[in-house]
C-alpha cells in the first residue's frame, strides 16, 4: 500500500514490512531525534535496498547530486560511511547494517500515521502491489481485479512477477503488499491463509493421436510430452517419479517456464502435458482433455504478507476480497475432472 510524503521525496512508496516487536530505536542517540529528517531516513532505506545512487535516485525521482548530498549527510548524522564502494556496488557497512530494519519499521510507523483510521474501499485511493505467477494470474488474479474495479474503484494494483529470492524475500525486502503463491514457496513463519486447492489434468490437442479420455500407462508414455517449470529448466516432475516407481518412463522434450507457452504449444504440437485444472476455464474446447493414469498430487494456492500489516484495515479488506473470489474454487473436485472432448 503506498503513503505519500511531503517534499522531494512524495512518489516514494513506503512498505510496511516490520513487525512492531522488531522495532527499536536503540542505535539512535534520544539526542539527535531532532536532527533526523524523515526524508533523509527514506533514502537511506531505498539506498541500502538498491546499493546505487543512480537507482536510488530513479527510484526517489531525484537527481544523483541530490541523493548523494542525502547520503552525505546521513553519514554525518550517523558517524559512519554507511555504504563502501566496491567492483560489486555499494556494500552497506555493519552500521548500515545494524540500521536497516529499525529504519524500515519507523518509516512503516510514519505510514500508518497517514492512513484514515477508517476504511471506506469506495472511496479509497490506495496502490497494492502483488507478487503471483502467470497461472495464478489468469485462474485468480483476473476475477479478483474485476472485484476489486466494482467495490473500490479508486485503488490501483500493481501485478508484479517473482523477484529475487522469491516471494517471502520480496514481502520482507517490502517490495509487495501480497503473494499469492504455493506453500513451498512461502516463509512458514509468515502470516497465510488457504486460497483453495488444484488439481491436475491431461491436455492434448484436438488432432492428438492420444483419444481415450483415461489412457493406460502404456499409452500416456507413448508420446512426447512438455512441461513447465517456473524455477527453468527442469525436465522432471513428480509424475516422473510415480512412474518410475512402477517402472515406465515418459520422454519430455521441452521445458517452458510458463504455462501460457506449454498452452500454445500443445493447442498446435502433437506433445502431451498436465496442467492445473483451472487453468482451462475458458478453455477446455481447445484441447482435448483426459485423466492422468497415475493419481498426482495437486497443490494448495495460499496468500500470504508480512506480519506487520495483519491487522492493517485496508490489507484486511483486500485479503478478505481475494478470499472470497477464491472461495468457490474450493468446491471442484478434481478426482472426475471436466472432459469435454471425445
Known sequence: MTAQFDGAVDRYSVRTIIDKSH?????????????????????FDVLFDERSVSRAAERLALTQPTVSGKLNRLRQLFDDALFVRTQRGMLPTPRAEALADPVKALLAEAAVLLVPSTFDPATARLTFSIVVNDYMQHVLVIPFIAA????????????LPRGTGGPSAMLMRGEV?????????????????????????????????????????????RYDHVIASPAGGNFE???????????????????????????????????????????????????????????????????CWHARVNKHRAHQWLRELLAAVAKPMRTVDHRSPSLPNA
Open 23 to 43: 522495532f527499536s530505536l536503540s542505535t539512535i542517540e534520544m539526542t539527535d531525534i531532532r536532527r533526523i529528517d524523515l526524508n533523509l531516513l527514506v533514502a
Open 237 to 303: 516432475s513428480p509424475m516422473d517419479k510415480a512412474l518410475s516407481e512402477r517402472g515406465f518412463t515418459r520422454n519430455v522434450v521441452v521445458s517452458v517456464p510458463s504455462f501460457h507457452v506449454l498452452l500454445d504449444m500443445v493447442r498446435t504440437i502433437d506433445f502431451v502435458a498436465l496442467v492445473p485444472e483451472r487453468l482451462l476455464h475458458g478453455r477446455q474446447q481447445e484441447f482435448r482433455v483426459f485423466v492422468p493414469p497415475l493419481s498426482v498430487p495437486g497443490f494448495d494456492v495460499i496468500a
Open 177 to 221: 503488499d501480497l503473494a499469492v503463491t504455493s506453500p513451498e514457496y512461502a516463509n512458514p513463519d509468515m502470516p497465510s491463509r488457504l486460497l483453495y486447492r488444484e488439481g491436475y489434468v491431461g491436455i492434448v490437442r484436438t488432432k492428438h493421436p492420444l483419444k481415450r479420455r483415461q489412457p493406460s500407462l502404456e499409452e500416456y508414455c
Open 148 to 159: 476489486l474495479h466494482q467495490q473500490a474503484p479508486h485503488i490501483r494494483v500493481a501485478i
